[in-house]
């Protein structure tokens, strides 16, 4: 029973630990997540410059980076978006934000 009840604890914890790394998605697989999202087109017309920003996060306790639509604007240059993609990738305990700017 006790070999058993550790098991379950196990399991528990790991399910618990590798959600902490997660970053914000419409969609979120327990082990693997990889998707896009996004468009949120504007008036603005053209879009012949692209930026990105970026942020990561390790097991939920450490978020580094800026994924803001600011900072991917700004790295391009940008001043009139047209549209704005997110991309996220998570895999157990380490997941990925990115932001992508499109516009003049």
């Known amino acids: 029973m006790i070999k058993w009840l550790t098991c379950v604890v196990a399991v528990m914890c790991l399910a618990l630990f590798t959600g902490c790394a997660t970053v914000v998605s419409p969609a979120h697989g327990w ?3 990889d998707v896009q999202w996004g468009g949120n087109p504007t008036g603005n017309t053209g879009s012949s410059k692209v930026g990105r920003s970026k942020a990561t996060s390790y097991l939920g306790a450490i978020a580094i980076g800026d994924a803001s639509v600011q ?3 700004q790295s391009a ?4 978006i ?3 993609d997110y ?3 998570h ?3 380490v997941g990925w934000l990115e932001c992508v700017v499109y516009g003049e």
């Open 91 to 93: 895999i157990l305990i």
């Open 31 to 33: 082990v693997y997540t």
């Open 71 to 73: 900072a991917a604007a």
């Open 82 to 84: 047209h549209h704005v």
């Open 87 to 89: 991309y996220s990738k």
């Open 77 to 80: 240059g940008i001043t009139k």
